[in-house]
């Protein structure tokens, strides 16, 4: 089913290392809204930053995004070793309007209560990745991509944090919203694999970079409605793709998609999430990344797409 709403969203991500590195301009992508460096949506095999074998570096970011009902915000922090090691730091908060989860209450009971408080839901992720073999820059001479392997651990914070209703009463004891949707467990490890190649000079005299990670995960809307539900617990494969040419030195086009497993079904039925980008890399020190997103369903928004931009900075 095709889905439409407007989302409005900025991203702001801050690189910073000792000097600026030796690898090719926006060959570390950039920060994901889980931490990772790669694409927006999905990590590639690329170790973050810009530096070399004999360097290390360091980052932080801040993210936004607004989709009516929902704000998500994201800040989080992470270094990379020797272009080999990534380590990351993220927490994300998930804003939801009261007028959403008066909504949810009345649909859960029948009508009995239809007013309810705003709701947050809070996700850190620790997250690490190690480029296992391959260049996916500089061996040319060898179709062979870039090779990574890495795992993100998720702590849902509001799995079971009370929803209070507008007089001070908590009809719900220790449910909160990933539970009141059927969630079962409030943390999991995602593991994944992604093979990431950049083609210098194709097509047509411009590089071209392809990327697929495979992930095996049980989040559901990962991770912000927790993780499992009743009778359906066990993690699944998922994929994800990044699709990106550099129209010019500075300059790249792409798409991405990611897949996702509906456990939950109801209102928290979930569906691929597909984006289209541009990113301009003027130089080493900044990247601007504006792109369209369709998440798909979320619970009573069941279009969800538009708009966010990405300014990362390195120094």
Known sequence: MIKVLLLSSLLISFTAFADSGSRLVASGG?????????????????????????????????????????????????????????????????????GLTSNVFALLTEGAISNANSATVEQDIVGAKVKVFGDG??????????????????????????????????????TGVPLLLGAKDDSGTDVYLSATKLWLGTPSGYNLLTNLTARYTKANVFGLLGFGA??????????????????????????????????LGGLAEEDTVVDAFIAYFPNKSLSITAAYVDLGNLPLQESSSGFYLTVNGHF
């Open 230 to 263: 009743e009778g359906n617990d066990s993690a699944k494969l998922e994929w994800e793709g990044s699709l990106a040419l550099l129209i010019s030195p500075t300059t790249a086009i792409g798409t991405e998609f990611r897949t996702q497993t509906n456990r």
């Open 137 to 174: 820059v500089f061996a040319q001479d060898s179709w062979l991509p870039q090779i990574a392997i890495g795992a993100q651990y998720k702590k849902n914070r509001d799995f079971d944090s009370s929803l209070s209703l507008p007089d001070g009463s908590v009809p719900l004891p220790e």
């Open 30 to 98: 950039v920060t994901g809204f889980e931490g990772a460096a790669g694409g927006g949506i999905t990590p590639w095999a690329f170790i973050g930053g810009y530096t070399s074998k004999e360097e290390v570096s360091y980052s932080a970011n801040i993210q936004y995004l607004s989709l009516n009902d929902y704000r998500l915000t994201t800040a989080g922090a992470g270094f990379s070793l020797f272009d080999r090691v990534e380590i990351s730091l993220q927490r994300q908060r998930l804003d939801i309007s009261s």
